[in-house]
C-alpha cells in the first residue's frame, strides 16, 4: 500500500509561483508514474503533469507547458510541481496520483493511489 500527501498549496496572485510537494511512503517508486492532477468546481479532474520515476520522462497538459515544471527528489520520495505564471485558471485542488508502470498516463481512472489534495487559489 502506498501512501501519498500532497503539501504546498496555498494563495497565489496571478504571474506568480508556488511549488507543491507530494511524497510518497509505504513502497518503492521506482517503478511507478508518478502525476498531478486538478479539479475545480463543478469540472472533472484533469491530467496536469506526470513523471516516469526511473528516467525522469515528463509529460505536460498543453494548458500547463512552459508554465509549470514536474520533478523528484530521489531521497526524499517526493514528487514537485512548480507553478510559475500563475493563471486564474490554474485554481483547484491539486491531487497527487501514481501508478504502477511507465506510462504516464492523462485519465484520472489509469491511477491506482491519490493524495487527499492541496488547495491552490489563484488572485487577480
Known amino acids: 500500500q502506498v501512501q501519498l500527501v500532497e503539501s504546498g498549496g496555498g494563495l497565489v496572485q496571478a504571474g506568480g509561483s508556488l511549488r507543491l510537494s507530494c511524497t510518497a511512503s509505504g513502497g518503492t517508486v521506482s517503478s511507478y508514474t508518478m502525476s498531478w492532477f486538478r479539479q475545480a468546481p463543478g469540472k472533472e479532474r484533469d491530467f496536469v503533469a506526470g513523471m516516469r520515476w526511473t528516467g525522469g520522462s515528463t509529460g505536460y497538459a498543453d494548458s500547463v507547458k512552459g508554465r509549470f515544471t514536474i520533478s523528484r527528489d530521489n531521497a526524499k520520495n517526493t514528487v514537485y510541481l512548480q507553478m510559475n505564471s500563475a493563471k486564474p485558471e490554474d485554481a483547484a485542488v491539486y491531487y497527487c496520483?501514481?501508478?504502477?508502470?511507465?506510462?504516464?498516463?492523462?485519465?484520472?481512472?489509469?491511477?491506482?493511489?491519490w493524495g487527499q489534495g492541496t488547495q491552490v487559489t489563484v488572485s487577480s
Open positions: 496520483a501514481a501508478r504502477v508502470g511507465y506510462t504516464i498516463a492523462q485519465t484520472a481512472i489509469s491511477y491506482n493511489y
